[in-house]
């Protein structure tokens, strides 16, 4: 296969397009419409030649893989168009072409199409599909509350380009534990439609199935059911409602972890409830969150501040943390309509390390970098009434020195010890 590269490939798709748009001539079909037995079936093509004073179309048919007939087309005004007889239109495939001479004399045809032809029965069964297919869920509860009153919403999309129709009535037929209710839809909007289900809600789930009917111009009456199986929607009693927000609650803290500090620089425990629809519409705005610490067998529970709608937080204790190495978990409660009350902890049954840095460990740190910075070299001889010199280099500029003294045995001076003096960055 010949290569190109992508400038010549750009180049000859340039060309390709530059030669359509100065054709002289076309033909191309237009009737893609399915056929119905005993109807005439009316072909269409798009045809014309810039050059020729005039143009004949012929259409080429044929009737499941028959003969091949030919019937001339007349213009319109804007397409050519022949019928193909009632009669000869039978249930299964009818097939067509046109084609014309053009103005340099050259027969040309427009692409082969398949056209299916239907029964009665057969289009209708297919305009029912394609009715139903426009039915769809409009946001109805994935769920119902026993004593909250909800409502079922159904949307239906457009009608396609080739269906002719009227909406003649939409209901619902709801089923629940205590009886079957048949409602007739509210239209709230050109595609959605609602019932209400009112409370209260008995049992454990109830079904419902809409019912669309449509007055259609070609087959009258068209029923659609949506869902094809009535669909059950679970129903929460109060003790299911009661668990439901116990189980969201525990999981509604969120954590921010890697807690870590010093003594300079103490550790913050940081959390934020995060409540779902379900808890913010039942929550009594009453919520408290605690840090707790441990170690070993002692325990203390320190309030977090809400700092934020819904944002906790509040640093550890120096003084515990001095104390020795300690763990936190996290408690926190809310009340809530219906089942009052609730708790939880994080994380449950678990408890979380704290790294921490003690004043202790900061000044041994502390003391060795300072060391490891000075730099000292021993005098080699000392001679009897002579001054021996000493010198400390300090290498680190971010280490700040006030004073140095030398200490150490058969000093002949007051105190016992040296005071030593500044020169540059060195020690004298």
Known sequence: MKQYSFKTLAFLLAFAGLLSSCATFSIKNTSVQDGRENREYRLLV??????????????????????????????????????VPAAEVW????????????????????KPVRIPVYTYEQAKSKAQKSY??????????????????????????????????????????????????????KRESDSLFTVPVNAPHSGSSLSHQWRVRWVDSEFGDITALWPQVPASVPVLDQLALNQRISTLFAKSLVHYKNVAGSYFDPPVVEASLLYDPLLAKYS?????????????????????NETADGYYRVGI???????????YSIEFSDVFTGPG????????????????????????????????????????????????????????????????????????????????????????
């Open 341 to 428: 009350l609730v708790s939880a902890e994080y994380p449950k049954g678990k408890k979380l390390p704290v790294s921490y840095r003690t004043y202790g460990e900061i000044l041994k740190e502390t003391v060795a970098n300072i060391r490891s910075s000075l730099s000292h070299t021993p005098p080699a001889d000392a001679f009897e009434q002579k001054p021996l010199q000493f010198v400390l280099n300090a290498n680190d500029p971010a280490v700040s020195i006030e004073s140095v003294r030398l200490e150490g045995n058969g000093f002949q001076v007051p105190g016992g010890s040296l005071v030593f003096a500044k020169n540059g960055s060195a020690w004298v």
């Open 132 to 185: 139903a297919a426009r039915l769809f869920d409009g946001g109805s509860p994935a769920e119902f509350i026993w004593n909250e009153s909800a409502f079922l919403k159904l949307r239906i999309a457009p009608a396609g380009s080739s269906e002719t129709q009227a909406l003649s009535s939409v209901e619902c037929t709801v089923v629940k534990a205590d009886g079957t209710l048949v409602l007739q839809a």
């Open 46 to 83: 798009d045809a014309w030649d810039k050059k020729a004073e005039t143009v004949s179309v012929v259409f080429v048919y044929r009737i499941n893989s028959g003969e091949w007939k030919e019937i001339p087309g007349l213009f319109n005004g804007t397409n050519f168009e022949a019928l």
């Open 91 to 110: 249930p299964g495939t009818l097939e067509y072409y046109a084609w014309m001479i053009n103005a340099k004399g050259k027969k040309v045809s427009s």
């Open 284 to 304: 009594a705005g009453n919520s408290s969150v605690f840090l707790v610490i441990h170690r070993g067998a002692w325990s203390a529970r320190i309030r977090m």
């Open 317 to 327: 204790p120096v003084r515990e943390l001095e104390a020795g190495p300690v763990t």
